[in-house]
């Protein structure tokens, strides 16, 4: 069974999974990396690093994926549309090998990256998105990169197997949420959590089906 | 050093230390006990609980406090003030066991109550209400006890010295929110974190100084 797949998705305490003022320089507005530097301290992201739990979950992150499908606002800041040579904020080998599906409403041709890295721009909701990026995977599992906008709009419609969310404990104050709108999100789940001496806080949430 | 501190203040995964729709029945609105379950499951609470982490921290509650701070909310439903024979919702011996200020414009006597607590309601500032308390704690620590709306006041003040709070794994989605407008508290603060079996995540912030 193919499942849909969320890891790796940080937010802060107040819940937000970026920070407000979100440019080409500044991905996550005024967050910076605060919102993950608990992987690059994983030895998953450099030698040395920490090879505890943070580093167990980060390395779920790619394993038995056959599709991401991104938000417009992952795959760049406002107004990258109007860039026609705009190809994410990567570089040449983006570390998802895999189709991605970026929902736009400014679709374009789909853009061939080195290393297996797909980008197709399509215009669809969540359940059409996923039935697309379903096909392409092949028979794995897809995985829904965020932003917090577009996770929202998938939790809400039901279409999260495993949500994998790793509270960071600062307070940024602006930004956008996460978790508005969810009510009662956890009975459709068993919830998990467990903290890191990083000071982060994971959570799973694993449909009782899946 | 006579200090100011929160204990147990339990919010859910959204952030919502009550739910919608408070009134004299439901003290948390549509939150119910929710957010409290695992402090009911303590052996503290009741003999046969569970003796682990959640057990540890809501043992802290009472230790070296000598006067509680509260919000109106907590002291009664949205229109106690109506009622002159409202006394909380504690019944005749609360669990307070010293002084405590109640944070009202609808001030009227002081409640002497059994076992020690009396309640008294003041029209004051946090900062003033503290310099208040903190006299009639006789040395001891004062404690803000809530609701959401006075912790927040008393947190955007820099008036607490030490913060305990339970992220219970629900979303509530609607209520009152304690982290607005907080943004980057944690920089006065050690900050430490641990999840319980429970699934109760327990967070402290510690003021460096205190």
Redesign the interface.
């Known amino acids: 069974m193919s499942l849909t797949r969320v890891h790796n998705f940080a937010v802060s ?3 937000f999974g970026t920070g407000e003022g979100q440019n080409a320089a500044d991905h996550f507005g005024h967050a910076g990396d605060r919102l993950h530097q608990w992987m690059f301290a994983t030895r998953w992201w450099e030698p040395g690093g920490s090879g505890g739990v943070d580093d167990a979950f980060v390395r779920q992150y790619d394993r038995g994926i056959g599709a991401e499908i991104m938000g417009a606002g992952k795959f760049g800041h406002p107004g990258w549309h109007e860039d026609p040579d705009w190809k994410g904020a990567w570089g040449p080998n983006p570390p998802f090998h895999t189709p991605v599906f970026v929902l736009t409403r400014h679709t374009r041709p789909p853009i061939e990256m080195e290393g297996g890295t797909t980008f197709h721009f399509i215009d669809a909701s969540p359940a059409e998105a996923l039935a697309t990026a379903r096909e392409a995977a092949g028979g794995e599992d897809v995985r829904v990169g965020g932003g917090a906008t577009t996770l929202r709009e998938f939790l809400a419609a039901g279409l999260i197997d495993h949500l994998h969310v790793a ?1 960071v ?6 930004g956008v949420r996460l ?8 009975r459709d789940y068993r ?5 890191a001496p990083s ?3 994971h ?1 799973t949430f694993t449909r009782a089906n899946a």
């Open positions: 305490l107040d819940g509270v404990p600062i307070l940024l104050g602006r978790w508005d709108g969810l009510e009662g999100l956890e919830v998990e959590t467990v903290s000071g982060v806080t959570l």
